[in-house]
């Protein structure tokens, strides 16, 4: 059987790599039985220019490619899956998880600074609350400066970077998605979850379908393929954290979950952080996963979001409004 399916994709630079990857993937997977077809969908996010807050948060660019998935004008959506709203979306379900690329988010800066070195005072771009509130709680004296636009732009706005003159000492990008774009020269100091805890389900893609499809049809097949179980498993529990927490990506929440190599113990580790930088809540809790290991790694993300809601998570980060 010969199935003809079309990828939908954003067309920023990052989006059209990450469903380049995901595409090839179906292509070799497919094993002959899968002709591929990429779509480009405009969304909310790529139109208008406000701060991400503003927008309503990574949402709007997701939102266009799940209409583009629902109407049947393509068949597969690829998302940079820290950017899915946590909420079930009706009649989609998540297909495959490839593999993870490094989480960790990066710095660059001018002259090859790391975050250490940085002068006092220094301006640093990130449009991330999250990153923002790390920054601050490792160098409380740095200038955090409110930028968005796509990875190049951000780029750009480094001071001696090839774009232009540059108003900032250094912006912070999620070392995945310089990876994927081949930019990691850029990079001057890649992060530890210890200084800077990344977003929940970062570095990670995911793969949406419509829901029911044929078990044995050629995409599902390819899709069962392409799924790696470790990636999936330990971002079930970053957003099930996330969810718990109900605060939404633009929440200064960071987590990582990562599965043993005995390929059932599950360790998640998370932090909260008061927006200023001020103060840090950081637990982790590990699981065994049973033989419904989706259900147990949503349950290990539930437990230590209530761990950290118990330990004042919600006046921490003004998350009252979410409890
Ligand atoms: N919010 C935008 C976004 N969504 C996914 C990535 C990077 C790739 C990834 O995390 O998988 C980025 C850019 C960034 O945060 O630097």
């Not at 389900?201 to 995911?206: C, M, S, W």
Request: glycine share 12%; with cysteine; charged share 25%.
């Amino acid at each position: 059987m010969l199935q003809h399916v079309r990828v939908g994709t954003r067309a920023s630079a990052l989006a059209l790599t990450q469903t380049g990857h995901v595409v090839d993937a179906l292509a070799v997977l497919g094993r002959g039985d899968l002709t591929l077809e990429t779509v480009h969908v405009r969304t909310e996010g790529d139109r208008l220019t406000g701060s991400l807050q503003s927008l309503g948060g990574t949402g709007v660019f997701v939102a266009a490619l799940r209409d583009a998935l629902l109407d049947g004008r393509c068949d597969v959506a690829v998302h940079s899956l820290k950017d899915l709203p946590t909420g079930e979306a009706d009649g989609l379900v998540l297909g495959a998880v490839p593999p993870r690329e490094d989480p960790a988010d990066a710095l660059c800066a001018r002259d090859g600074l790391t975050l250490d070195l940085l002068p006092p005072g220094a301006r640093v771009g990130t449009g991330s609350p999250r990153r923002a509130a790390q920054l601050l709680a490792a160098r409380p004296d740095l200038d955090v400066v409110d930028i968005r636009g796509n990875v190049d732009t951000r780029l750009g706005r480094v001071a001696g970077s090839a774009a232009g003159p540059g108003d900032l000492d250094a912006v912070v990008l999620a070392r995945a998605g310089l990876a994927r774009l081949g930019r990691l020269d850029a990079v001057t100091e890649a992060f530890g979850p210890d200084v800077m805890s990344p977003a929940p389900g970062q570095g990670a893609l995911a793969v949406e379908v419509r829901a029911g499809l044929d078990p044995e049809e050629p995409l599902a097949r390819a899709l069962r393929a392409l799924d790696h179980r470790p990636t999936h498993l330990a971002v079930l529990a970053e957003r099930a954290l996330l969810g718990r927490l109900e605060a939404g990506c633009a929440a200064p929440i960071g987590a990582t979950a990562c599965l043993a190599d005995d390929g059932r113990t599950l360790l998640l580790d998370a932090v909260i952080v008061r927006p200023d930088g001020g103060a840090t809540l950081r637990r982790a809790l590990t699981a065994t996963l049973g033989s419904d290991s989706a259900a147990d790694a949503r349950a290990l993300g539930a437990r230590l979001a209530d761990l950290l809601l118990d330990a004042g998570a919600a006046d921490l980060a003004a998350l009252g409004a979410a409890r």
